[in-house]
């Protein structure tokens, strides 16, 4: 069936609802649910790993007593921390759902709105997957000077975004175009918080009169050129980009005719098939 784009541009689209749970907590694949849990946990822990080195390195690097506060003024720290929080928060939910007493068919048999906590997941899941790119892109273009500091660099400005890419295939939680809108509010918060931090006289955390240079309120002209450009272009893009994978990933489902609902079955499940005119069986994956 695909994903009709002309649905996307409903105003129910901007909201979090959907009545397929099992979406939310499962592989797009027919792959083990261990092996899904095990793929989270691992993710989890890289990422709480690699988030809690950074600030230790970051404290230790202080060069005065609180100076390692400002490691929370950073995009790069924010975004990274959200894409904890949110790995976090999908093993959790994984591990609950897949856990021994729950019995498998009992997600496709529950009707109704998705449980409110798999909204703010489904939130982060989509955010994080736009600032992740951003923050790479960024980094790379305008604040790399040629030099690598420390291996946190290369994890949080590399490694998170080949994390979301990679994941972006591995879900079956579903993609909104006009969620894009989130990313972009989010984006637009830590914008209005540089300029307040600028005219608070806020520094860098090693006493930089800015945040990054391309952040310089001092010098607006550039720095509304770099925000608005990222507002209003390449925040979009990006999410274009997340609907577009998404696409092709159910796509790739309807041509491998794999079933998410099933992925422990021998045979395909009466959600994902129905019988056309010969008795052959096309695929009708919900989206």
């Given at each position: 069936m695909g994903v009709s784009f002309r649905e996307e541009f409903r105003c129910r689209k901007f909201l979090f609802e959907h009545t397929q749970l099992y979406l939310f907590v499962r592989s797009q694949w027919r792959i083990p649910h261990w092996l899904y849990v095990s793929w989270r946990l691992f993710w989890a822990g890289w990422n709480f790993a690699w988030i809690v080195y950074s600030i230790n390195l970051t404290v230790d690097a202080a060069p005065y007593p609180g100076a390692g506060a400002k490691w929370l003024i950073y995009l790069t720290n924010l975004s990274y921390l959200l894409l904890t929080v949110q790995s976090i928060l999908h093993a959790v939910t994984v591990v609950s759902y897949m856990c021994p007493q729950k019995n498998k068919g009992s997600l496709e048999s529950i009707q109704g709105s998705i449980p409110w906590y798999l909204k703010p997941l489904w939130l982060l899941t989509s955010v994080v997957f736009n600032t992740a790119i951003i923050v790479t892109v960024l980094y790379w273009s305008l604040v790399f000077t040629g030099e690598l500091d420390n291996i946190v660099t290369v994890m949080v400005h590399g490694v998170n975004t080949l994390y979301v890419l990679t994941d972006i295939f591995v879900i079956a939680t579903p993609v909104r175009l006009l969620h894009?809108?989130?990313?972009?509010?989010?984006?637009?918060?830590?914008?209005?918080?540089?300029?307040?931090?600028?005219?608070?006289?806020?520094?860098?955390?090693?006493?930089?009169?800015?945040?990054?240079?391309?952040?310089?309120?001092?010098?607006?002209?550039?720095?509304?050129?770099?925000?608005?450009?990222?507002?209003?272009?390449?925040?979009?893009?990006?999410?274009?980009?997340?609907?577009?994978?998404?696409?092709?990933?159910?796509?790739?489902?309807?041509?491998?005719?794999?079933?998410?609902?099933?992925?422990?079955?021998?045979?395909?499940?009466?959600?994902?098939?129905?019988?056309?005119?010969?008795?052959?069986?096309?695929?009708v994956e919900a989206v």
């Open positions: 894009f809108i989130y990313t972009i509010i989010f984006g637009g918060i830590y914008i209005i918080f540089t300029v307040i931090y600028h005219l608070a006289k806020g520094t860098g955390l090693s006493s930089e009169p800015y945040i990054y240079t391309a952040l310089d309120w001092s010098k607006p002209g550039p720095a509304v050129g770099v925000s608005l450009g990222s507002l209003l272009v390449a925040l979009p893009f990006i999410h274009l980009l997340q609907f577009g994978l998404y696409t092709l990933r159910i796509y790739i489902l309807e041509k491998c005719r794999c079933c998410t609902s099933c992925a422990e079955d021998d045979v395909r499940c009466r959600c994902c098939t129905r019988k056309v005119d010969s008795g052959n069986e096309e695929m």
